[in-house]
Structure formats: C-alpha cells, structure tokens
C-alpha cells in the first residue's frame, strides 16, 4: 500500500491525445482525493487541460528529439513525484517517467520492438496496447492496479469561455461547426469535398462556422472553403477561437462534422450530434469517444457506416481488388504527405445525407437542396 501523494500523468502527444487521457487523470482524482496531479506534455498541446478540476499543475516540455536536451528537462522532475503514469510507449515519455517517480504504470512496446526490454523493466506495472483495444480503455487501465474502472467512462472537455464579440454577434441557427483541417494529409478529406458539402448546407439555409488552427498550412485549407458564402452564412473563425472558446461554438450548434482531429473527439465529449470522415486511422483504437460510454469497445474496425449514440463515422471505400480499409497506415503510400484512396472516394454526399438527417432536413422536403 504506497502511500501516493504526488501524481504525474505523462502524455507528450497530440491535443486528441491529451483530451483522451482525462478519465484516467479523473479517476485517479477519485482514487486520491487529496494528491498533487500534474500533467507533463509539448508546449501548447495542454490547453485542454487548463481549468481542469481534477489537475494542479501543467508542466509544458519542448519536443526537442536530442537526448542532451530531454535529460536536462527530466533532471529537473528528479523525484518529485510517488506515482508516473506513462501513457506513450514512446522513449521521451518512459524516461521522464524513470526520472520523475519510483512507481511508474506505464504502457509498453510490444515484445522485441525496440525498447520494449528496457521499458517493461523499468515499470512496476506495464500494459501493452492489444489489437481492437482504444487507446481510451488502455489508458485508464494503468490505474487498474489500484482501483476498478469506472462503469461509465467520460472525457473532461476544457472549461467553457465566451466567444468574441464579433463572432459570437454573427451566429444563427441551424448551425453546424466543420473542422477542414487535418494534422497530417493522409488524413485530409478532400478540401473539394468539404466546400461542396458546405455550399450545399448554405443552400439548406444552415450556417456553416469554419474553425482551425492559426498555422498558414490550416489558414490555406480553411480559405479554400471560406469561399463557399459569405458571412453570415460560412464564418471563420480558425485562429481566432482558443479550445474552451471553441466549446462554447459546438455546445450552441446543432451538429458538428470533421476528420480524424482533436476537435472532432472534443464534439464527442460534449455529447453532440457529430459525422466524422475516416480513412486509415484504426475506428477501435482512435474512434471519437462517445461520453458516458460503459468501458468497453464502442466501435468496429471496419463498416461503411457505423453509429453510436449521436456520434456517425462514415469510412470510404478499398482500393481496387483490396480489403485496406482502415490500414492503419499513413495513408497509401505510407508517409505523412500520402493521399489516401479511402478518403478521396468517400462521397461528400453521404456527409450531406447524415447532417440533413441530424438538422431535420430530408432532401425530400427542403427546396432548393442540392447532392
């Protein structure tokens, strides 16, 4: 029986990444009412956690790949803690956890990749991620050691915050929020697709609010949309929401739409109705998480068309004369830069069908309606 007073969750991920870590940090919260938990990730991915209840501190860490430069950032978490968890198998976040506590629960490479050797043995308690397991239900089970999951599991989304004036003076309803951008293009839906699909929302007479990242590689995708209608009809607001100001967007919206991104898991958290385009990520392992769910598998592998609760997640089609889809590769080529074909061929019109059924709007029964 440790006695557990400090607390750190290492996630250096991604923002989805970081989101999908919250029941874990909430359930060691109720597991240790009164311990210090701080979360460590990269700088600028741990927004979604300010404000959060159930943690004390942010610890913001470059991603600096030089070892000289992560042993001097760990040297200065030396000890501090009782208790790591360490939800990457990846080499940076097993070494601050080595560094950082005495106890460390963590997940591991599998048997004979590289690595996996060192890291089980420097873990107390050790997982591996198992085929068809979510990375949800893998990271809240470091904690199983001490306590019993949950029999509903819940994402803590960011703490909400007022719009900007000059946007939130702009917004009607019917409403939907479509997050264009991916992180990586193998990811991408076709940016033809999004702007059909948002012409065509216009001419429902449905709002169509844009939000991105400030970066020029989201500024560029977001603007070939843009010229889908004028404000007010399609708004942009990429660059010019924070992530809490963004919960305040989707909470008022009537549906949201978006790829395989960390806004289309926070949607999910808010318990919203969502359609989300997926080509090679792995739906069982990455699939946007249905709030509330009991703590087991919400989705399959591979289906068309699959729902639950309010969540649709729609998959494009195989490749020529190949079962591929999902390939949980980077995309057909393999590479961060790939196209992938099951995104290309996933027709904008069957995203059209989900939200007009999501809005009420049968294309039998709204004039002007195109697709």
């Known amino acids: 029986m440790e006695r557990i007073e400090r607390i750190l969750v290492i996630v250096p991920a991604q923002l989805g990444d970081v989101l999908i870590t919250t029941p874990l940090i909430r359930a060691a919260r109720r597991r240790w009412p009164h311990a210090r938990i701080d979360v460590l990730g990269f700088a600028g991915t741990l927004e979604l956690l300010r404000g959060n209840p159930d943690v004390t501190g942010l610890i913001e860490i470059t991603r600096d790949k030089r070892l000289k430069a992560q042993l001097r950032q760990a040297a200065s978490l030396w000890r501090r803690y ?23 629960s963590g997940i591991a490479p599998a048997a004979g990749q590289p690595g996996s050797r060192w890291k ?10 198992r085929e068809g397991e979510h990375f949800v239900m893998r990271k809240l089970a470091l904690i199983a050691p001490w306590t019993a999951l949950p029999d509903a599991v819940e994402l803590v989304p960011p703490p909400a915050e007022p719009l900007p004036a000059e946007v939130a003076s702009l917004l009607r309803r019917p409403r939907v929020v479509m997050h264009v951008p991916s992180s990586w293009t193998y990811k991408q839906w076709p940016v033809a697709h999004y702007r059909w699909l948002a012409e065509r929302l216009v001419a429902d007479g449905v709002q169509v609010v844009l939000t991105g990242s400030p970066s020029a590689q989201d500024r560029a995708l977001v603007d070939a949309v843009r010229a889908a209608g004028a404000p007010p009809d399609v708004i942009d607001v990429s660059g010019r929401a924070s992530l809490p100001q963004v919960r ?31 080509g090679p990520s792995l739906p069982d392992a990455f699939g946007p998480w249905p709030q509330g769910h009991a703590p087991a598998q919400p989705w399959q592998r591979r289906a068309q068309r699959q729902q639950v609760r309010g969540i649709v997640m729609l998959q494009g089609e195989d490749l020529p004369g190949q079962r591929c889809v999902p390939c949980g590769r980077m995309g057909c080529d393999d590479h961060h830069g790939s196209r992938s074909h099951c995104l290309d061929t996933l027709a904008p019109e069957r995203v059209l069908d989900e939200l007009r059924r999501m809005l009420g709007r049968d294309r039998r029964t709204t004039s002007g309606a195109g697709g």
């Open 82 to 104: 009782d208790l790591a968890f360490v939800t990457r198998p990846t080499d940076r976040a097993h070494l601050f956890g080595l560094v950082a506590a005495p106890l460390r």
């Open 120 to 129: 089980r043995w420097a873990m107390r308690h050790g997982f591996e991620w």
């Open 248 to 278: 305040t967007l989707l909470e008022g919206s009537d549906a949201y739409v978006g790829p395989d991104a960390s806004v289309t898991h926070l949607a999910a958290a808010l318990d919203m109705p969502v359609v989300t385009v997926y």
